[in-house]
């Protein structure tokens, strides 16, 4: 049941919302992940994946139930890297720490900030 209405709200949300949206959950996200880094906080990475995980059901990007948002790849590119992206400064030797993942990181999340700016 939670997930049929988790399907419905985010096909009830215009798809051209979701760069500003993105750009406001990263907004909020980055300065704390910046925080806990600089702290070495592994907690947050959890209690933030919880987070991203919300957001993406809410719009419906991670489940494919909202196709309008292939449209903006960048944003949902940014929004399922960034903790990955955190963890590797944490964490450098860690398998998912691919060489060209934060310049690919910072691409998208410039292309969906220049997106939502419109």
Known sequence: MWLA???????QRPADRFPAAAMSFLGTEMPAME???????????????SRMLDFSSSWG???????????FPMC??????FLVVGMCRIMTTADA?????ASRF????????DLAAR
């Open 106 to 113: 910072n691409v998208n999340l410039q292309k969906c900030r």
């Open 76 to 81: 949902t590119e940014a929004v399922s890297d």
């Open 97 to 101: 720490c691919e060489p060209g993942l």
């Open 61 to 71: 990007f991670k489940s494919q139930d909202n196709p309008e948002l292939s449209r």
């Open 5 to 11: 209405a988790a399907a419905a709200g985010a096909q």
């Open 35 to 49: 925080a806990a880094i600089a702290a070495r906080d592994r907690d947050y990475f959890e209690e933030a994946m």
